[in-house]
């Protein structure tokens, strides 16, 4: 009797998990002219907000008709950027400019990344400088890409 219980507890836990396992997002890839009509952009750099400072204020001073949210269901569109370390040592910077199209789907309209070139070793001034001005350069990518879709 008790090793049926728990079959069917078993059974009962798996049906509620397999729908959460299934809610990955269906990636769709558009193109840079759909910022066309943007007014609003949320900025996504996760619990860097120094980085998400940078990007907020490039934007304020370039675009200022643009409109930056504090929560992403408010926005037209999403500004995601991270950084992250490799293995040798070198830093990479990848941004993404996203549309979320619905609930289970979203439009990636710009992609940029930026690995440090090999030419710097990891603990120089000029790679640390660099590291520090990724986001602010991503920043103006998107609003090059802004600009020419809003013409």
């Not at 509620?16 to 299934?22: D, E, Q, S, T």
């Not at 007014?39 to 860097?48: A, E, I, L, P, Q």
């Not at 979320?100 to 990891?122: A, H, T, Y």
Request: proline share 5%; glycine share 6%.
């Amino acid at each position: 009797m008790r090793l049926r219980i728990m079959g069917e507890l078993f059974l009962l836990v798996l049906a509620c998990a397999f729908p959460v396992f299934g809610q990955d997002r269906t990636i769709e890839y558009g193109q840079p002219e759909e910022l066309r009509g943007v007014t609003k952009v949320f900025v996504d750099t996760r619990t860097y907000v120094r980085q998400r400072e940078m990007i907020v204020k490039a934007l304020a001073r370039r675009l200022p008709n643009l409109q930056v949210v504090s929560r992403p269901e408010e926005a037209d569109i999403h500004l995601r950027y991270s950084l992250k370390g490799l293995k040798n040592g070198q830093c990479e910077g990848m941004g993404t400019v996203v549309k979320l199209v619905g609930v289970d789907r979203e439009r990636v309209l710009l992609s940029v990344d930026d690995e440090l070139p090999q030419i710097f070793e990891p603990v120089s001034m000029v790679s640390y400088a660099y590291k520090q001005a990724r986001p602010l350069m991503f920043a103006i990518e998107f609003v090059r890409a802004y600009r020419r879709a809003n013409g």
